[in-house]
């Protein structure tokens, strides 16, 4: 095997910016949309923005086990559109997915089509402007956008999962382009920030990163108590046609994403985030005889506790308590999310040196 | 495990064919043997799937004797 360099190479194009652009697609290193070619001065600028070396070495990224440094993220953040202050986010956004129990490799390619779902907290989002808002999923924000899109090229250029070869999403979503980057609406959850609940503190930024198969929307906008909003909750995410509730006991993470409206309402009715996700553990549940036969049965993670022989008995859409992830986001209205994992990943976290 | 010093041979669906010969060459596996066998392989009753390992078995000891 060639001798791993931990410096990326370079390359001279003759040509304009469209030239550039043509030359990145045709070597398979765009996702279908333009790029920013990463010339040397605008990956410094990136580089300026962290005290770590442009050669050190985060990782191997899979399947391909491409070699992961602090200027080949510098350059994917480039072509992705970041603003170098953006950086730390996304360096902190890949040595998330590197962690081992993040599954990087087998999330990229399974056909499941998961891609990254960030969540940003601390006071970093606001100071970058990554919205947590109105429309905070769609992808229409430049830091949201670009910060997503630079680890999913990161982990297509570095990793190697690419629909010609690796990737095998059988459907995917549009989350393998831009990712899901948003921040947590801190200001308007009625709950301590999510990260905190996690035993960061709350002067601290992070990112905590999930592989998740989608976007799953709850919409509940006639009821006017709390516990009415959980009703249609709970029955929203009793859903069969996810593999989750068969592969629990893989401690995949649960994205449960509340419109303010939504939390508001909820936390007014006396419940805290702790409480929440014991409630929704207890009743985000299908009956034995729904699963049976049904999705991955056949690879089905259950604990013993799970009697098979009683039809009736209730099998809960994750492992414990703690798999819930309840982070509030978005803007005005009564449309809240759910976002399960995907297979295998239980997701991470990292803090976001700045 | 071939990296262990234990002959293997993969099986997999034509469909994910290419995969893993990308898989076996980052593995510094390139001539890593492998047998392909029909795809889908998940939606196939029990008896089906029985008959398509009883005939994976002579291309498996196949790979795995040649070498």
Known sequence: ?354 | MEQQGRPAVTVVTQAFEGAAVARAAALGLPDHPRVAIAHPLASRRGDEVERMAVAAVAPVVAALVKR
């Not at chain 1, 953006?86 to 399974?110: D, E, I, K, N």
């Not at chain 1, 990793?159 to 382009?177: L, N, R």
């Not at chain 1, 009715?269 to 049965?297: K, N, S, T």
Request: charge should be negative; proline fraction near 8%.
């Open chain 1, 1 to 354: 095997m060639p001798a791993v360099t931990a410096r990326a190479s370079r390359r001279t194009i003759d040509g304009d910016f469209v030239e550039a652009v043509r030359y990145l697609e045709r070597e398979g290193w765009t996702d279908g949309l333009p790029v920013i070619p990463p010339t040397e001065s605008l990956v410094g600028e990136m580089l300026s923005h962290t005290k770590h070396a442009p050669d050190e070495v985060l990782g191997r990224m899979e399947p391909l086990r491409g070699t992961v440094t602090v200027e080949k993220v510098a350059a994917n953040a480039v072509m992705a559109g970041c603003e170098p202050e953006y950086f730390p986010v996304v360096l902190a956004s890949v040595r998330a997915v590197l962690q081992p129990q993040f599954h990087v490799g087998s999330t990229a390619c399974t056909t499941g089509g998961s891609a990254p779902t960030i969540i940003v907290n601390g006071p970093i989002a606001r100071r970058l402007g990554i919205s947590g808002g109105t429309a905070c999923f769609g992808g229409n924000i430049k830091p949201n956008a670009t910060i997503g899109r630079a680890l999913r090229l990161v982990m297509r250029n570095l990793g190697g999962a690419k629909p010609d070869g690796m990737e095998k999403s059988t459907q995917a979503w549009p989350g393998k382009i831009v990712g899901c980057c948003f921040a947590e609406n801190e200001a308007r959850s009625p709950w301590e920030p999510f990260h905190v609940s996690r035993g960061h503190a709350p002067e601290s930024s992070v990112v905590s990163v999930v592989a998740t198969r989608g976007i799953y929307p709850m919409t509940e906008g006639t009821q006017t108590t709390g516990e009415g909003v959980i009703e249609t909750l709970v029955a929203a995410m009793r859903y069969v046609g996810t593999p989750i509730f068969h592969q629990m006991r893989n401690r995949l993470p649960l994205i449960v994403a509340l419109c303010p409206e939504h939390a508001q309402e909820i936390a007014r009715a006396g419940f805290g985030r702790q409480q929440l996700c014991d409630l929704l553990y207890a009743e985000v549940r299908l009956p034995v005889r729904e699963l049976i036969g049904r999705v991955y049965y056949g690879a089905r993670a259950w604990p013993e506790w799970i009697d098979e022989s009683d039809p009736d008995a209730r099998v809960p859409i994750v492992a414990t308590p703690d798999d819930i992830w309840i982070v509030v986001a978005g803007g005005d209205g009564r449309h809240s999310a759910w976002m399960p994992a995907w297979g295998v990943c239980q997701g991470a976290a990292e803090t976001i040196e700045v």
